[in-house]
């Protein structure tokens, strides 16, 4: 049914003769006249603009039956209401949004208007580079540990560097094998997993961020239909507009999303690339696009295949100045999903690194959930370069994008961190594995976890 036809159904619908819901004294009024209901039409955005799907939306009046429903793609949420004229109480919540309670005029047999600006949650944040000091992991104590060395950069609710953490602040997580989950937890490439001890950080120093270079970068989004899960307000999309808030003045942004599959919505698969770019001078020139993709979720994750396609495309971009530097931000909340075994995944993978390795094309990834292949993100990003972000929940997109401009200079400050993980037995650490790692850091009072891989050479 079209709005129009729903809105003429609701405010003509009459409850007479017990039609309503038994338990609510709202379908009838007094002499047993039936009241005409009315309709609550609620229009949902953020701060920036940007509507928000995926809220609850609930109308309350003293002696009535609560009514509710959600926003849709457009942050709009309809919902018919069969009570007489009385003051009411909506109340907007949802996933990694500010709950609003906002008393609002009630008039049936009509359309009720409400606009909402909801405010988005931020929490602090983190992510991982290749050390730039260029020492490698080291095997020691016959195999029982593993000295190494990892990068960390960490923001704030608001985006702005923590730069003054000390080692205290800092811990390698315990790790012990899932026996039920049959997956290699806590170090992969080994015969069987094996699990590792906490850790405080050997050593900490801190790198100074460098001088900002323009770049050139393009903004990849995931648009399969895991995203609806986790990240049903579309938190992702508000945070990309904070990171081309922040461009500097010779920085550009393309924009590209991918999915493939039954159920993509994307106007080509596995990559659609949209015209335009932002720059500082117009920060805003992509932002209605973004908003059209809440509209474009589904189907799967061709991450691999979208990264190369995307890259291929860039340097084919006459309109970068030759010698700037070429990044992809590539979000995701899974895995690639076009690769048939850990095998197949590990060579199209090494693919893309190599392909983008020889074009110069630095590869910065950004996982949402812990859904996301740590292995395959922490890959792409450290051995082209770049860096890999994580958000357990999508409060933590927000300072991510918005530190991101900063990070593809490389004019961030970081953590230079060495740790030694301690095995319990002889032989446990090999050359050609890989240890799958996890940061607890104490982000002045709240904690920040993110995951990590050290290959051993």
Request: aromatic share 4%; proline share 6%.
């Amino acid at each position: 049914m079209g709005l129009a036809a729903w809105v003429l159904a609701a405010l003509t619908a009459c409850g007479g003769g017990g039609g309503g819901s038994p338990d609510s004294p709202s379908q009838t009024g007094s002499g047993g006249m039936a009241a005409l209901p009315g309709v609550l039409q609620v229009r949902v955005t953020d701060a920036q603009g940007t509507p928000v799907p995926g809220v609850q939306v609930k109308a309350s009046a003293g002696g009535y039956t609560d009514v509710s429903g959600s926003t849709d793609s457009q942050g709009l949420a309809l919902i018919a209401v069969p009570w007489r004229d009385t003051p009411a109480t909506v109340t907007v919540s949802g996933s990694a949004v500010q709950t609003q309670v906002l008393p609002t005029p009630w008039k049936a047999s009509q359309i009720n208007d409400l606009a909402v600006t909801l405010t988005r949650l931020t929490q602090p944040a983190a992510g991982v580079l290749a050390s730039r000091s260029g020492l490698a992991a080291v095997v020691g104590d016959a195999g029982r540990s593993l000295s190494f060395e990892v990068e960390v950069v960490v923001v704030d609710a608001q985006g702005d560097s923590l730069s003054d953490l000390t080692a205290e602040r800092f811990s390698l997580l315990a790790c012990t094998p899932d026996a039920s989950t049959g997956s290699q937890d806590c170090l992969r490439g080994a015969g069987s997993d094996t699990a590792y001890a906490a850790a405080a950080p050997d050593a900490l120093s801190t790198v100074a961020g460098q001088a900002a270079q323009p770049h050139a970068a393009a903004l990849l989004m995931d648009q399969s239909s895991s995203i609806l899960g986790s990240d049903p307000t579309g938190a992702r999309l508000y945070s990309a507009k904070s990171f081309f808030a922040a461009l500097g003045g010779q920085d550009q942004v393309r924009l590209a999303a991918f999915a493939a599959g039954s159920g993509t919505l994307l106007p080509t698969q596995p990559l659609t690339v949209y015209p335009g770019r932002v720059t500082a001078a117009e920060p805003r020139a992509l932002h209605a696009t973004l908003d059209g993709l809440s509209a474009q979720v589904g189907g799967q994750t061709p991450l691999y295949a979208a990264i190369d396609a995307l890259r291929a495309q860039m340097l084919l971009d006459t309109a970068v100045p030759a010698g700037m530097a070429r990044s992809i931000i590539a979000f995701t909340d899974g895995a690639d999903t076009q690769c048939r075994s850990s095998t197949e995944c590990a060579t199209m993978r090494q693919a893309t690194i190599a392909a983008a390795q020889a074009s110069q094309v630095r590869l910065f990834t950004i996982g949402l959930s812990k859904n996301v292949d740590v292995e395959a993100l922490s890959s792409l990003a450290v051995q082209t370069g770049g860096a890999m972000l994580y958000a357990e929940t999508a409060e933590q997109l927000i300072p991510l994008y918005g530190s991101l401009g900063r990070l593809l200079s490389l004019s961030l400050p970081t953590y230079r961190l060495r740790f030694t993980a301690q095995a319990g037995t002889a032989g446990a650490f090999a050359p050609g594995q890989v240890l799958m790692g996890t940061l607890q850091i104490d982000a002045r009072g709240q904690p920040v976890r993110v995951p990590f891989v050290v290959s051993v050479p």
